[in-house]
């Protein structure tokens, strides 16, 4: 299903945060430009296509979580390039938005997904939630008197708290029935303070702002949702899969919670 919302041009010369995610997770989506600043915050943080990974298994466990409280339609935003394990392939039953601000992860979302009648892919803002929620093909595929997954995994961190954002996460909220759920991951400010301000120094440069919130900030962005347990933690600490456990979850820099309503 194609949703309304018309794609902006893409250039090739301005690295994209989406595409240089998918450098990290051994994607073929991208080009010179975001190859270029991934080597750069590699050579700053060797562990970032590791991150990148484990980032993308609790993006798994916590779709898992949800279907498993009987959730059946999802609202990724800032959903990036919907390849390896994404939400329609953990969850091939349910509903998905994707929702992301990159053309690029727009277009080849659409290119990647088809025209499957259970996915719709959306360019927009997770500060701007009217838009996407208002769309006719999203009006079409989620049923809001339901139970929804929200998925904002990995993308906060590019957002600054203003009341702007605030506002849009309380009509989220607003948006989500009892049963709903909330999924956040984020880069974490409490670990390698240098490093990863020279990476956030990198995006900046990009146009894309990196901001780390401590867990604190963090679980205030679940304002009105109760987290289920263990709470926010490192990624990997969040209910991982037997062999996913790992001696340092700090150093995976990726703060990660699930809250329900
Ligand atoms: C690191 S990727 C995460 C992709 C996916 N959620 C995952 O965790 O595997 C971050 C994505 O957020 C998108 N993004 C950044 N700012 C955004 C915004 N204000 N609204 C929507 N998407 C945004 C980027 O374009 C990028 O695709």
Redo the contacts with the bound molecule.
Sequence with gaps: MVSTTAEPPIDPNRP???RI?DVF?GGTHNFASDRAVAARTAELLPQTPMI?RH??AF?RRAVRFATARGVDQFL??????PTEQ?VHQVAPEARVVY????PT?VIYARHLLGDDPRLVVVH????EPAPVLDDPAVRGLLDLSRPLGI?M???LH??PDSPVLTEALRIYREAAVPGSVLAI?HVSASAQPTELDRVADLYNRTG?SLVPRDREQMERLFEGWTLVDPGVVFGPSWRPDPGEEVDDPAQFLTLAGVAVR
Excluded: E, K, P
């Design positions: 994209s945060s989406a995610y997770l990148a980032n993308r993006l990724d935003i800032g959903s990036g390039i994404n929702v992301d601000i990159d992860a927009g803002d997770v500060r998925l995994v990995a993308v590019f957002v991951s894309a």
